[in-house]
């Protein structure tokens, strides 16, 4: 996830199965702001997914107002 340029607030990108968000250590990624230029994050997650099962990824941010993205790319790999 990529947000627009802002000082204050933290960034974060999380992932979620069914519904639940996954804490920070199981492969989401939070950051403090810097108003230098866009903040960027990357982040992945090992996941034991059944028939039935859907992930989300989440991106969030606490700068006190709105706050565009300006870009997210998602991919997944299935092994096995």
């Not at 939070?30 to 034991?48: P, Q």
Request: hydrophobic residues 45%; negative net charge.
């Amino acid at each position: 996830a990529q947000f627009n340029t802002n000082s204050s607030g933290l960034r974060a990108a999380l992932w979620a199965k069914n519904g639940t968000t996954l804490a920070v250590r199981y492969g989401g990624h939070e950051m403090a702001a810097f108003g230098v230029e866009n903040a960027a994050i990357t982040t992945s997650v090992v996941l034991s997914l059944t028939a039935g099962d859907y992930i989300e990824f989440l991106a969030y941010q606490t700068s006190g107002g709105a706050l565009d993205l300006t870009g997210a790319y998602v991919t997944c790999e299935f092994l096995g």
